[in-house]
């Protein structure tokens, strides 16, 4: 029996996507789905999906990380399937399918019946560990992954919290602070949108906030120009202006 496992964690996923990738290529895979999980251990479909599965079945997934996006955890519930001879499949990781690690694990150098077979036994020994640093390199960087999405989802919302705040402290057209003035020239200078050559991301890059605060600046910036009828070059010396009035105001 196949069966083919999705996962999404937040209500902004969809598990169409690995459903389809799952199914191109096990057409016949029976689909378990699970549903705003976030990285918890709470997956009620998949511990059915554990009480269910027997010798000789198959799990598919669309990537390890659907598996586990803890390294050692999902090492242990690896190696528990394995021993019990269930087929795991990674679309985006194939090394690591139990196939690969089993024909690895098989693999081993005969022995000769002399003394060499000290070394060769060392040897396979090693192969064997080589094989299973594999798999926890695959889970390691499913982690990292989980780690890293989260640390910009938090510099994220940060930085909306901050542009949010600072759109609610202007008054009529007088921004705030220095840094949003200078921020708000560099968009002014470089954005695509007003003659310049950069996108977003580069321009994020450039003045260190993220990109959805670059694309805050941009409509600000934007409804500004049309409200108060004024040019791109306009708009850059005013605010240059109001800069050094700030910048006067604080010295």
Not at 13 to 18: A, D
Not at 81 to 88: A, D, F, P, V
Not at 182 to 194: D, G, K, R
Request: net charge positive; hydrophobic share 35%; aromatic share 6%.
């Amino acid at each position: 029996m196949k069966y083919g496992y999705v996962r999404i964690s937040t209500k902004r996923q969809s598990l169409q996507r690995q459903i389809d990738n799952i199914s191109k290529i096990y057409p016949d895979a029976e689909i378990v789905k699970e549903v705003f999980t976030g990285t918890t251990s709470n997956r009620p479909a998949w511990n059915r999906l554990l009480a269910r599965v027997q010798k000789g079945d198959t799990i598919i997934f669309d990537s390890v990380s659907r598996m586990s996006r803890n390294a050692d955890e999902g090492i242990q519930q690896y190696m528990e399937l394995y021993h019990h001879e269930i087929n795991l499949v990674f679309l985006k990781e194939p090394m690591i399918d139990t196939d690969v690690y089993r024909q690895s694990a098989e693999e081993s150098i005969r022995m000769t019946g002399t003394d060499v077979d000290l070394i060769l036994n060392g040897v396979n020994k090693y192969l064997a560990r080589l094989a299973q640093n594999q798999i926890r390199i695959a889970f390691e960087q499913a982690e990292k992954e989980v780690r890293d999405l989260q640390q910009r989802t938090k510099e994220g919302m940060k930085a909306n919290g901050a542009a949010e705040k600072i759109s609610k402290s202007k008054t009529g057209t007088k921004y705030i602070t220095e840094t949003h003035l200078i921020n708000s020239i560099a968009v002014l200078q470089n954005a695509e949108c007003f003659g310049g050559k950069m996108k977003d991301v580069e321009i994020s890059k450039l003045i260190k906030v993220h990109r959805v605060t670059v694309s805050r600046l941009r409509k600000e910036l934007s409804d500004r120009m049309n409200s108060e009828n004024l040019t791109q070059p306009e708009l850059v010396e005013k605010l240059k202006t109001e800069l050094k009035k700030k910048h006067k105001k604080h010295s």
